[in-house]
T-cell receptor, first 113, second 115 residues
């Protein structure tokens, strides 16, 4: 089946620290991979995506590389800001069923000044 | 509209009460989805519409849950005889393109608390 596993949070970092949030997946087909971010009181926003192996998605200083050999899609940022504090969700969409997304349980990031 | 709008933002229901949650998708988006997000968890799929047709309702947890989109735009998720385990945030999302490539646009959700 399809599933996504994320590292548990919360993750607490100081401003300008390096961020890694691990994400691994299992999929029956060849999935597309996504990171969504949820700020307090708001809906989920698409942060970045990758649709095939070795693709790198990037946005707002965040990056993630689609690693088929390790079934991973880890989120990284070189220097976090207080405004990055949010919950981050890794997700996949199986190309055999475009109508469902499978989400991880989310990782809360707290960035302290 | 500019985004996906959901109402109400918060709903408190007594156990056994019926509730109706509304979603206004982005204008022109033919695909509409409902997800349920329990506290501390990721969203879980409930149901999917393409225009007015409900093409997948495999995620609805019981026959107390019912969704409709009669004119292919606004959608309503109805929960009958609410139970405490129904307490969650209900998210609506819409998409106009290949979801596998572009993902969804989510609303802010309706937080349902059953007491």
């Amino acid at each position: 089946g399809n599933s996504v596993t994320q590292m548990e949070g919360p993750v607490t970092l100081s401003e300008e620290a390096f961020l890694t949030i691990n994400c691994t997946y299992t999929a029956t087909g060849y999935p597309s991979l996504f990171w969504y971010v949820q700020y307090p009181g708001e809906g989920l926003q698409l942060l970045l995506k990758a649709t095939k192996a070795d693709d790198k998605g990037s946005n707002k200083g965040f990056e993630a590389t689609y690693r088929k050999e390790t079934t991973s899609f880890h989120l990284e940022k070189g220097s976090v800001q207080v405004s990055d504090s949010a919950v981050y969700f890794c997700a996949l969409s199986d190309r055999n069923n475009f109508n469902k997304f499978y989400f991880g349980s989310g990782t809360k990031l707290n960035v302290k000044p | 509209g500019a985004g996906v709008s959901q109402s109400p933002r918060y709903k408190v229901a007594k156990r056994g009460q019926d509730v109706a949650l509304r979603c206004d998708p982005i204008s022109g988006h033919v695909s509409l989805f409902w997800y349920q997000q329990a506290l501390g968890q990721g969203p879980e799929f409930l149901t999917y519409f393409q225009n007015e047709a409900q093409l997948d309702k495999s995620g609805l947890p019981s026959d107390r849950f019912f969704a409709e989109r009669p004119e292919g735009s606004v959608s309503t998720l109805k929960i009958q005889r609410t139970q405490q385990e129904d307490s969650a945030v209900y998210l609506c999302a819409s998409s106009s393109k290949d979801r596998a490539l572009y993902g969804y646009t989510f609303g802010s959700g309706t937080r349902l608390t059953v007491v």
